[in-house]
């Protein structure tokens, strides 16, 4: 589990709650069930109208990278391609069959096995930068959802108070439904910025953050086994992939 984004939570959370109680306020005054049916199910309804239903399943599948990310260890990668490398110069090609096998990786498994299948350096690099292009397209897509989402929230918030200030127009006589429309109407406004701006866009930022990760490493998977299409030294690949660490 990701303890940073545990802790970003309890932080942002803890900061605001503690602030409102100095400040004389009640937790219970931030619940409100209209305000939040308006912020959330609008903010919801108005991303799935914009989202094809694949891209929108997808994104919520990104969900579990917030509190479980991939993890890609750049020295572990640069340890195995150089092995890939020297059992390569060692038995040929094949020899890195039974590994491409045990890969987890799709991605790393995919250009193993075009490395053992013998395909030109060229088609080679075409084949991975064409799939590494299409999948980090895919994600930032999807990632785009909720950055959607955070532009969207404080525009509903605003609906909301909107509808809570009518509701309470027309209740001028009756001060109980006047401060339940009142109450609607800051609260509403409180949910679009507050979603927006504590989980919809930083879970957006974060899911981008990942796959700028995961990019990376591909793209250090892929010059890696290009560079033993090309045969070159062990020493040397390890030499030229040693500047993807600056990404960890």
Do not use: C
């Not at 308006?38 to 990104?62: E, K, N």
């Not at 959607?148 to 525009?155: A, D, I, L, Q, V």
């Not at 609260?187 to 700028?212: D, E, Q, R, S």
């Amino acid at each position: 589990m990701d303890k940073l984004t545990i802790a970003g939570l309890f932080v942002a959370i803890t900061a605001i709650y503690l602030g409102f109680i100095l400040d004389g306020g009640s937790l219970a005054a931030l619940f409100e069930l209209p305000a939040f049916i308006i912020v959330f199910g609008g903010t919801l309804g108005a991303v799935m109208l914009q989202s094809s239903s694949a891209q929108f399943f997808h994104a919520l599948s990104l969900l579990k990278w917030i509190f479980y990310p991939p993890k890609y260890d750049i020295d572990q990668g640069i340890d195995s391609i150089v092995s890939w490398s020297e059992k390569a110069r060692e038995s040929g090609y094949l020899s890195l069959e039974n590994i491409a096998q045990e890969e987890q990786d799709f991605y790393t498994n995919k250009a193993l096995n075009l490395l053992v299948d013998g395909i030109e350096v060229d088609n080679l690099r075409v084949s991975l930068e064409l799939d590494l292009d299409l999948y980090r397209e895919h994600n930032l897509r999807s990632a785009h959802v909720f950055e959607s989402m955070g532009g969207y929230s404080p525009t509903i918030g605003i609906l909301g108070a909107v509808l809570g200030l009518i509701h309470a127009m027309s209740n001028l006589t009756d001060p109980t439904l006047l401060g339940q429309g009142i109450a609607t109407a800051f609260i509403a406004t409180i949910y679009g910025v507050g979603f927006a701006n504590l989980i919809y866009l930083p879970v957006a930022n974060k899911i981008k953050a990942i796959i700028h990760q995961q990019t990376m490493y591909r793209e250090m998977i892929a010059e890696g086994l290009i560079a033993i299409a090309l045969a070159e030294n062990p020493h040397a690949i390890e030499n030229k992939l040693s500047a993807f660490r600056l990404e960890q």
